[in-house]
Nanobody, 124 residues
Framework: QVQLVESGGGLVQAGGSLRLSCAAS????????MGWFRQAPGKEREFVAA????????YYADSVKGRFTISRDNAKNTVYLQMNSLKPEDTAVYYC?????????????????WGQGTQVTVSS
């Protein structure tokens, strides 16, 4: 089992920044990729960014490319999502996820463990 705990969400004005953290514990060595997803009210959960533990290869949704940066600290088993130039449409609950499969997925079904989520609200 892998446990994921997100932190760092909050309320910010448009144009501002936030940094989300995801602390992983348990059998973290079994996971290959870490991802961030978000879900706004009435919408499906969508891919935001992903990173591999080995190599640190990164992937982004087009909607956040150039504004968000995903990174990891292997020693701390922690993944971060730096969010800059935030827009009201970025408002959502952000979830951290861990995948066991040896490939990077962009759909929630391709991830095996999930955190509880952290709310990000961007005011206009």
């Amino acid at each position: 089992q892998v446990q994921l705990v997100e932190s760092g969400g909050g309320l910010v004005q448009a144009g501002g920044s936030l940094r989300l953290s995801c602390a992983a514990s348990g059998r973290t060595f079994s996971t290959y990729v870490m991802g961030w997803f978000r879900q706004a009210p009435g919408k499906e959960r969508e891919f935001v960014a992903a990173i591999t533990w080995i190599g640190g290869n990164t992937y982004y949704a087009d909607s956040v490319k150039g504004r968000f940066t995903i990174s990891r600290d292997n020693a701390k088993n922690t993944v971060y999502l730096q969010m800059n130039s935030l827009k009201p449409e970025d408002t959502a609950v952000y979830y951290c996820a861990a995948g066991l499969r040896l490939r990077v997925g962009f759909h929630p079904k391709e991830y095996d463990y999930w955190g509880q989520g952290t709310q990000v609200t961007v005011s206009s």
